[in-house]
């Protein structure tokens, strides 16, 4: 019953002319494209300063590295890059065979097998000379995540950091 009062009520209204139609979809398109294109503009002006700052920050660590290098007594510290860090970096898929993997797994393990060794002998990581360049990185200043990358990159816990 309602359907049909319904139906008569919209019988009785005009339709909407077609130049209206075709102005409001010209209309909706235009401001559609011009949303796009600021959009698009703000995101690439976003993404260039985020690139600069990167590229700011990959340099000062470079300095800071190169300062650290001259530093005398630094020159002996070595690190060793384990693959359990290596791997936990990556976010790709890795295809690997089982072999493999039993392979990584007891590398791994001897791996953190030498890291529970070495840290049952330095009782600090401020004595620690593996760490002395990050802790002196952290009092001239250096963005800890630009560190925190840096310690991952060369195989070192950087949770010790704090």
Same mark, same amino acid.
């Given at each position: 019953? /309602?359907? &049909?009062?319904?139906?008569?009520?919209?019988?009785?209204?005009?339709?909407?002319?077609?130049?209206?139609?075709?102005?409001?979809?010209?209309?909706? =398109? =235009?401001?559609?494209?011009?949303?796009?294109?600021?959009?698009?503009?703000?995101?690439?002006?976003?993404?260039?300063? &985020?690139?600069?700052?990167?590229?700011?920050?990959?340099?000062?660590?470079?300095?800071?590295?190169?300062?650290?290098?001259?530093?005398?007594?630094?020159?002996?510290?070595?690190?060793?890059?384990?693959?359990?860090?290596?791997?936990?970096?990556?976010?790709?898929?890795?295809?690997?065979?089982?072999?493999?993997?039993?392979?990584?797994?007891?590398?791994?393990?001897?791996?953190?097998?030498?890291?529970?060794? =070495?840290?049952?002998?330095?009782?600090?990581?401020?004595?620690?000379?593996? /760490?002395?360049?990050?802790?002196?990185?952290?009092?001239?200043?250096?963005?800890?995540?630009?560190?925190?990358?840096?310690?991952?990159?060369?195989? &070192?816990?950087?949770?010790?950091?704090?």
């Amino acid at each position: 019953m /309602y359907n &049909l009062i319904f139906l008569y009520y919209l019988m009785q209204v005009p339709a909407i002319q077609q130049k209206r139609t075709v102005a409001f979809l010209n209309q909706f =398109v =235009v401001h559609t494209v011009q949303f796009l294109n600021h959009f698009s503009t703000v995101c690439e002006e976003k993404l260039s300063a &985020l690139s600069l700052r990167i590229q700011q920050i990959e340099t000062t660590l470079n300095i800071l590295d190169a300062k650290l290098s001259s530093i005398p007594g630094l020159e002996d510290v070595k690190f060793e890059v384990s693959s359990a860090n290596m791997n936990s970096v990556t976010n790709g898929p890795v295809a690997q065979a089982t072999t493999d993997q039993q392979t990584q797994n007891n590398i791994c393990e001897e791996g953190l097998q030498k890291m529970e060794v =070495v840290t049952e002998n330095v009782r600090t990581v401020a004595k620690d000379p593996r /760490y002395a360049r990050y802790l002196k990185m952290v009092q001239v200043g250096v963005p800890v995540m630009a560190i925190r990358n840096k310690m991952i990159f060369e195989g &070192l816990n950087p949770d010790l950091l704090e």
